[in-house]
């Protein structure tokens, strides 16, 4: 049987919308809150800069290792269950983090990452279920809901932590609230919803399908230039003569820009006789936002950064909407969101840590140039190749 199947109708309704929208605004607040209040942390509990770096790689790295547990899960709980007790874990962390020392607030990143990981590798294999013919139009929205999730978090926590009286523990743990009304919202979902029986390596024969590679190396890379600018683009702008505030706005505007080609991309590609182009050309506005903002005068730096949003919001989404449109059917989609993302989002942590690293190495960004250049040349060739209108080996056989 189908993992992401049940014997009630597929629900399309506006409540399964709501609630698929506000899951996954839930996806990365837990990561852009963090980084505007790092200052008051790191002061608070005495955090070295090493640790610091390690607070904000833990959980992207989560991401990618958590993601082979989503379909284990499903295999037991289902994929509405397995979402709801991920949202569950996810509001304990977000509570529990900011008050249970520096460990603790380690510990509690990583788990929200790993749960964040798991809904989701899910989502998509329900999007191509319940939406099969409008999985880019879906694909899209979700990817809106998630960049204002992640925009919002960048943008408030901070004013909020002022807002509580410099309490930056508050400032964190405000973010459970949009957790647990998401899993009261997602409820309805559970009702049907039972335990699964395939097989318990469904996803083995996607390791040996060279496209399913090519879709896994463009999630990898492209989300590996995502968490390079929600970890170090204030920072570089801050070095470049940026003051602190103009720097977390201009991340924020960035982000927040994302929606439009969000939305704009897989409406489009889904209209093309392959992706390619599309896939390309989103990638190429991303190089040249990150161009700009390294090199161009600091004054043109808000043409930069809309740039710069407008490219990363087209090629997340694109990444999402391949996951469905190389699958033939839910189960398949599932198994190649499972492997592309968790894949994607190991290497994604490597891509802030490198910066880092050459950052520390060079003392300045040319050398991060070099990398970042090399990412997304890496990202086009990946794209050429999961931009073709194919569709990887069906995981159900036959």
């Not at 901070?158 to 957790?179: S, V």
């Not at 997304?376 to 569709?391: I, T």
Request: charged residues 10%; hydrophobic residues 55%.
């Amino acid at each position: 049987m189908n993992p992401v199947s049940r014997s009630a109708l597929p629900r399309r309704g506006l409540l399964t919308l709501v609630a698929l929208l506000l899951v996954a605004l839930n996806l990365r607040p837990a990561l852009t809150s963090v980084s505007p209040v790092l200052g008051s942390i790191a002061e608070a509990l005495s955090l070295s800069p090493s640790v610091q770096g390690i607070l904000t790689t833990l959980p992207v790295l989560f991401l990618g290792l958590a993601a082979p547990l989503a379909p284990r899960l499903v295999r037991r709980l289902g994929p509405e269950r397995s979402v709801f007790l991920a949202l569950l874990v996810l509001g304990v962390a977000l509570a529990a983090r900011p008050y249970v020392g520096a460990l603790g607030l380690l510990l509690g990143s990583a788990l929200a990452g790993g749960c964040i990981g798991v809904i989701g590798v899910l989502l998509p294999g329900i999007v191509k279920r319940d939406f099969p013919e409008r999985v880019s139009i879906m694909t899209g929205l979700y990817t809106v809901a998630l960049n204002l999730g992640a925009s919002a978090a960048a943008g408030t926590t901070e004013p909020l932590r002022q807002a509580l009286g410099a309490d930056w523990q508050g400032a964190l743990a405000f973010w459970l609230l949009p957790a647990v009304l998401a899993a009261l919202l997602w409820l309805p979902q559970l009702r049907g919803s039972a335990a699964t029986r395939v097989a318990a390596r469904t996803g083995a024969r996607l390791r040996h399908d060279l496209l399913a590679w090519q879709v896994s190396l463009f999630m990898g890379l492209q989300s590996s230039l995502a968490y390079t600018v929600f970890g170090w683009l204030p920072t570089l702008l801050q070095d470049r003569g940026l003051a602190p505030v103009t720097a977390g706005l201009a991340l924020s505007v960035s982000i927040l820009l994302q929606v439009t080609t969000a939305l704009a991309a897989p409406w489009i590609g889904s209209r093309m006789k392959d992706q390619r182009a599309v896939l390309v050309a989103v990638m190429g506005l991303t190089l040249t936002g990150l161009m700009g903002c390294l090199y161009a005068p600091i004054g043109g730096v808000w043409v930069w950064v809309v740039i710069l949003g407008l490219g990363q919001g087209g090629t997340f989404s694109m990444a999402l909407t391949l996951l469905a449109l190389r699958a033939p059917d839910a189960l398949t989609a599932a198994s190649l969101s499972a492997m592309a993302q968790g894949i994607g989002y190991t290497l994604a942590a490597l891509g802030p840590l490198m910066v880092g690293l050459l950052h520390d190495w060079s003392g300045g960004w040319n050398a991060v140039g070099g990398l970042l250049v090399a990412i997304a040349l890496g990202a086009m060739v990946a794209a050429l190749g999961a931009g073709r209108d194919r569709q990887v080996a069906s995981v159900q056989g036959g």
